[in-house]
């Protein structure tokens, strides 16, 4: 998946592909996929790197949603269950389970959710990743031996999926190339080229090069989530607003605030949300808030409110509360959903399901959903694309696709899972580097030699391309990410023919970003 290679395929104006995605976040990607896996000819435009805005910044979590469940939104729980047992097996190195307890503190809590994870297990039938059980107090501390044990009747567990977001991203988007996709990052879509009325292609700009290109389709969509309704306006300018965005942020605190491997699940905050306490990568994520915002960017920044927050509800929940010094990074993204014409009220009430459009110029808009979901409304914008575009109807393939690097053989204990079969040549490049055969920072699990299997096979092209994205290191340690930076420039730059000015700016660019994920 060479970005040169990919930017050659477009060059030529005279070629009509058979569909064109604008933007390469799970949607995107998802959608491309499809198409690709079809047999049909697919172009993927992402004006950023992949997965950058709202697909990198999820709860880490492939789940049916326990909420959705309490609201009595059935149909989209067995969608979602059933659909992370597809991603199960079809990418086993990338999606597996994780046990969460519930913690009970009052008498009524163990009968409840008891009764209601079992219909979580009943439900995902086949496909279910481990039975619920009720637990004593001891059993629970056993799990979890940081919880709060004052007032501790017992709990509940369950099982979910975990996986990492932007490495999925980075797999289908690996995925579709093998499948004869073009998958192009850093390519910003500038406007629409209409013929009789007809949305028949994109014009776009090289952010990197300053090239521009017009590029012609049967049939273009627009899946970029939060920026949903800028592609819109290139169609309509007096279209209604789809998007009502929402801010939801997670911090990221050292594994021993849990002391175990379980996660936890609590059911409902003050807001109404749920917030999760889950292992990952050899840290934990706590998340999330919801709250709305009036303009959508791909770098927000979190509210002191929304941290305060998670600070004031883990000590209800943790032996020893964190504080604000204790977190490693904060980040922030904003969920694309769907407005249904609302004005005002809580983010949290407002559709999770997607949605589907196709404009009276043929332009196809896809927008909400989530991680969870994102093979299901991939399948359900090629098959509305297709009708279209007038293209000849194909089934779609992915429901049984194994996904680029699908192994067996892998331990979700090792960060190195996520490359899956392909772990063993990103350590075989110490035979060539053996210098750079070492971390990254003794507080990040990575090595250098993941920066130059991401330049050379991943299209990274930025420094932080590979320190949030291929590797996570921004986002389980800000600091630290930071002190990488220089030394992760400097071995781009040798990778990608570089100067010491763009080392310099790389750098500097990086050191900004990271305030965004610090907290002081």
């Known amino acids: 998946m060479k970005r040169s290679d990919n930017i050659r395929q477009i060059e030529d104006s005279s070629r009509v592909w058979d569909f064109i995605v604008i933007g390469g976040g799970a949607t995107g990607l998802g959608s491309a996929l499809d198409a690709a896996a079809r047999g049909y000819s697919v172009l993927l435009l992402e004006q950023g790197d992949f997965a950058e805005a709202t697909s990198s910044r999820s709860t880490k979590m492939v789940h049916g949603g326990v909420r959705y469940l309490a609201q009595g939104n059935i149909s989209l729980v067995m969608e979602a269950l059933h659909e992370r047992g597809l991603l199960r097996e079809n990418a086993p190195h990338m999606c597996y389970n994780q046990k969460f307890v519930v913690p009970d503190y009052k008498w009524w809590g163990l009968p409840y ?12 039938r086949k496909y279910s990743f481990g039975s619920s059980q009720i637990l004593f107090k001891k059993s629970v501390v056993r799990e979890i031996p ?9 709990g509940v567990t369950y099982h979910d999926g975990q996986f990492d977001d932007a490495r999925l991203a980075i797999t ?19 406007g629409l080229i209409k013929s009789s009325g007809f949305v028949v292609g994109v014009q776009a700009e090289d952010k990197l090069s300053g090239e521009t290109y017009e590029i012609k389709g049967k049939a273009v969509i627009n899946a970029t989530g939060i920026f949903t309704d800028d592609v819109m306006n290139m169609d309509n300018s007096d279209h209604k607003k789809l998007i009502a965005p929402s801010q939801g942020i997670h911090v990221v605190i050292d594994r021993q605030f849990l002391g175990g491997s379980t996660g936890i699940m609590v059911p409902k905050t003050d807001d109404g949300r749920v917030i999760f306490f889950v292992p990952w990568h050899g840290k934990v994520v706590v998340g999330t808030t919801d709250t709305p915002i009036d303009h959508v960017c791909t770098e927000p920044k979190p509210f002191d409110e929304e941290i305060d927050f998670l600070v004031d509800h883990s000590s209800r929940y943790l032996t020893k509360p964190f504080t604000r010094a204790d977190i490693r990074s904060v980040f922030t993204g904003i969920r694309p959903l769907i407005s249904a014409g609302k004005e005002g009220g809580k983010t949290s009430a407002l559709s999770r399901d997607h949605f589907l459009t196709v404009s009276p110029n043929k332009l196809l808009t896809i927008a909400g959903g989530k991680w969870t979901t994102y093979r299901h409304m991939a399948e359900d914008c090629i ?36 490359y899956g079969s392909e772990a063993a040549e990103v350590r075989a490049l110490a035979g060539e580097l053996p210098e750079l055969d070492a971390p990254m920072h003794e507080r990040l699990p990575y090595s250098w030699l993941e920066v130059v299997w991401a330049v050379r096979h991943e299209c990274a092209l930025s420094v932080a391309d590979a320190l949030a994205r291929r590797t996570r290191a921004l986002i389980l340690d800000a600091k630290a990410a930071a002190e990488a930076a220089p030394k992760a420039a400097e071995i781009m730059a040798a990778e990608l023919g570089r100067d010491e000015q763009w080392i310099k700016t790389q750098v500097e660019q990086f050191t900004e970003l990271s305030r965004n994920y610090t907290v002081s």
């Open 113 to 124: 959710y008891g009764v209601g994870l079992k219909a979580y297990d009943m439900l995902a």
């Open 146 to 154: 940081g919880v709060l044990q004052d007032h501790l009747k017992g």
């Open 172 to 190: 289908l988007a690996k995925t579709m190339a093998d499948l004869g996709g073009v998958p192009v990052n850093y390519m910003r879509v500038t």
């Open 383 to 418: 098959d509305n694309a297709i009708k279209m575009g007038g293209l000849t109807f194909r089934p779609c393939a992915t429901t049984h696709l194994k996904l680029h690097g699908y192994t067996e053989t892998y331990d979700h204990n090792d960060h190195m899972h996520v």
